[in-house]
């Protein structure tokens, strides 16, 4: 079935929609925590970043596959390296921030980089095992 082939792409929206509750909810229990407040970037637009670029990523490789097997990991690989290059980009306002709380934000902003990292690698390495 053609629709089998696109199944990562629904396990990486449902990961990281989990993992966004999960984000939210420990935001609202802290919400009078001054640390956790007054972020240059809010936490739906760095889950919406990642996620589209996750998407992106995951609809790459599964073309790649596809086409070449040998060639997904390479293809991981680069495009991770873009993905890291964008993200220091969108980084840079932060680091750039007179923000107090920016020690408190840029571990936010690295831990859901780190979780999406994870999410793409279990996929990529979930696409590579699958023998189709």
């Given amino acids: 079935m053609k ?3 696109f199944q990562p792409l629904l396990e990486v929206f449902i990961a990281s929609f989990l993992i966004f ?3 939210k909810a420990f935001f609202y229990f802290n919400e009078n925590n001054e640390n956790y407040q007054n972020f240059h ?9 990642f996620l589209v ?5 995951v609809f790459i490789l599964i073309l790649v596959k596809d086409k070449s097997i040998d060639n997904v990991g390479n293809t991981f690989l680069l495009i991770t390296c873009l993905k890291i290059g964008i993200s220091f980009v969108l980084l ?3 680091l750039n921030s007179g923000n107090p709380n920016i020690e408190f934000e840029k571990m936010n902003f690295f831990v859901i980089f780190a979780l999406f990292l994870t999410i793409e690698t279990v996929v990529t390495i979930r696409i590579l095992n699958n023998n189709q």
């Fill in 3 to 5: 629709l089998k082939k």
């Fill in 53 to 57: 670029c996750s998407l992106i990523i």
């Fill in 92 to 94: 840079n306002p932060i």
């Fill in 41 to 49: 970037f809010s936490l739906e637009t760095i889950y919406s970043f």
């Fill in 21 to 23: 509750g999960f984000h």
